[in-house]
């Protein structure tokens, strides 16, 4: 019984919030984003944290709720959730961490677009748009915050028919890399050749279903390990804005 006694506790204190943060809490003490936060942390956390009513989705109420509890926040980013209040347990729709989130008008529920920090620089901007009962992620973009120029997060590889290379270009500079999509077969070989830069370009190649990245060297093929798709970042060192043309091939 001593054990139970903060978890009754807890249970007794939610009770007394408005059925948002009630919800909030619940879906915290339920959930694996609670970190350092013990149950008054918690409770303490839905207590706090801003409603946002954003509408009715089969007659329940749909609320947006940002989380600023130190225990639960990461070094720049805070958790946020979409929720849909109905009978029985809160129906999470969109969760995430963010520096901000802001809603856009849209027919049905207004489209959410959640900022992450990234670096001083950047910020990794994330679009959802409520589309046949559930929200879907639309757009994925990197924000630049001093100019807000975008660049999309692995920009797909388009091959001519019956072609199997293809020119990339842009401009990069450090923390404003490019990042590149394409789909390949194992045992298959990259070659990324034909590079002009006025800056030394860094390529990483990330390997498909996993986190792991490799360095590729223009002119030294590369014989992928897997079937599946790939992504090219193309960075560099230099601080100011370089543009860069290349050549990818797929043999």
Known sequence: MVLLAPLVAAFLGASQLDAPHAALYDVLAQGTDAGG??????????????????????????????VFE?????????????????AGKPRVLVSGYAISVKTKPAPQLPTIVARMHDSAMVVDESTYTYRNGAYALTDSARVRGDT???????????????????????????GWYDSYAFDAARGQTLLIDGVRSGAKLVLHLSVPDGDRFTDVRPGTPFTLPK????????????VTDVPYALTLAIR
Do not use: M, W
């Open 37 to 66: 936060c013990d149950a008054a942390q918690l409770r303490k956390a839905a207590a706090n944290a801003p409603i946002r009513p954003l509408g009715s989705a089969g007659g329940d109420r749909v609320v947006l709720a940002e």
């Open 70 to 86: 130190p225990c639960i926040c990461g070094a720049q980013n805070c958790p946020y959730y979409v929720l849909r209040l109905g």
């Open 148 to 174: 807000e120029a975008r660049k999309p997060n692995d920009a797909p590889v388009h091959f001519a028919a019956g072609a199997s290379s293809a020119s990339l270009h842009g401009s990069i500079s450090t």
């Open 227 to 238: 079937t599946g798709t790939y992504h090219l970042i193309v960075d560099t060192d230099s």
